[in-house]
T-cell receptor, first 109, second 111 residues
Framework: GQSLEQPSEVTAVEGAIVQINCTYQ??????LSWYQQHDGGAPTFLSY????GLEETGRFSSFLSRSDSYGYLLLQELQMKDSASYFC??????????FGSGTRLLVRP | NAGVTQTPKFRILKIGQSMTLQCTQD?????MYWYRQDPGMGLKLIYYSVGAGITDKGEVPNGYNVSRSTTEDFPLRLELAAPSQTSVYFC??????????FGPGTRLLVL
């Protein structure tokens, strides 16, 4: 079957670094994406890994290892506004996304 | 650019009623998608389209229909609403960099 596993909740302190892991089981895998969603809002794109390795975009980085079917999102210098849900998603040849169930990040002062 | 727009923002339906959720994009993207998101869950793909006149089923298509007569519009039709269709519905497009752009969503309550 096709599935993605992520932790349901993570709590961290403002200014800290947090890593959100994602493991997947799928076929026809093209890449791993990460999306952020604030309560009541729409998902917004954060990062995409088509190849193994690290992608860095400002305070956010994402990593992919195809051999381990594993990726993670790294958030640095956490801010209160980073409190949100984070979803990993794998994409196929039609750019269809299969989403994980999401990780709720709570940033505390 | 308005991006992806959806109407209505919120709707209450009675069981058995029908409705159409509207989605319009002004980015000239070929690929468009409909997702539903139940509380505390990830998004599930309902239907998608790779261009005008071409649609295909996603993970959870039962109870829904779509059409794509133009590049801009991708409406989602619910024919006989059921309580299980209570959800938030998101329309999305994708660009050449494989980034998906989501509309603001339609909250649907079926009673």
């Amino acid at each position: 079957g096709q599935s993605l596993e992520q932790p349901s909740e993570v709590t961290a302190v403002e200014g800290a670094i947090v890593q959100i892991n994602c493991t997947y089981q799928t076929s026809g895998f093209y890449g791993l994406s990460w999306y952020q969603q604030h309560d009541g809002g729409a998902p917004t794109f954060l990062s995409y890994n088509a190849l193994d390795g690290l992608e860095e975009t400002g305070r956010f980085s994402s990593f992919l290892s195809r051999s381990d079917s594993y990726g993670y999102l790294l958030l640095q210098e956490l801010q209160m506004k980073d409190s949100a849900s984070y979803f990993c998603a794998w994409g196929d040849s039609s750019y269809k996304l299969i989403f994980g169930s999401g990780t709720r990040l709570l940033v505390r002062p | 650019n308005a991006g992806v727009t959806q109407t209505p923002k919120f709707r209450i339906l009675k069981i058995g009623q029908s409705m159409t959720l509207q989605c319009t994009q002004d980015m000239n993207h070929n690929y468009m998608y409909w997702y539903r998101q139940d509380p505390g869950m990830g998004l599930k793909l309902i239907y998608y389209s790779v261009g005008a006149g071409i649609t295909d089923k996603g993970e959870v298509p039962n109870g829904y229909n779509v059409s794509r007569s133009t590049t801009e519009d991708f409406p989602l039709r619910l024919e006989l609403a059921a309580p299980s269709q209570t959800s938030v519905y998101f329309c999305a497009t994708v660009d050449s960099q494989e980034t998906q752009y989501f509309g603001p969503g339609t909250r649907l309550l079926v009673l």
